[in-house]
């Protein structure tokens, strides 16, 4: 399976926006994890088909109502951690 790490750049910490990630994840049934980073960026990284990962990137853009989405880095990669669900970790 495709896999996908993502670090999303803008005002995404503090609103909800690792909660909105792992609820689009789930809804397309990736495996995976996301995280705040401590220069206020996103980390995620994602398995699942390669359509599902592409509507859930989409998704990401957009982010939750508070949010404000510059940019999106992307690169393909094995990750570790995203055999069983799609997770909120530190």
């Given at each position: ?59 990401l ?7 404000r ?22």
């Amino acid at each position: 399976m495709p896999c996908l790490h993502v670090i999303v750049h803008g005002r995404v910490q503090g609103v909800g926006f690792r909660y909105f990630a792992r609820h689009e994840a789930r809804q397309r049934r990736l495996t995976g994890w996301v995280r705040n980073r401590p220069d206020g960026t996103v980390e995620a990284a994602a398995r699942g088909s390669a359509p599902d990962l592409e509507h859930w990137i989409a998704a990401l853009r957009s982010g939750p109502p508070a949010a404000r989405v510059d940019r999106i880095e992307r690169d393909e990669r094995e990750i570790a951690g995203a055999d069983d669900e799609f997770a909120i970790v530190d």
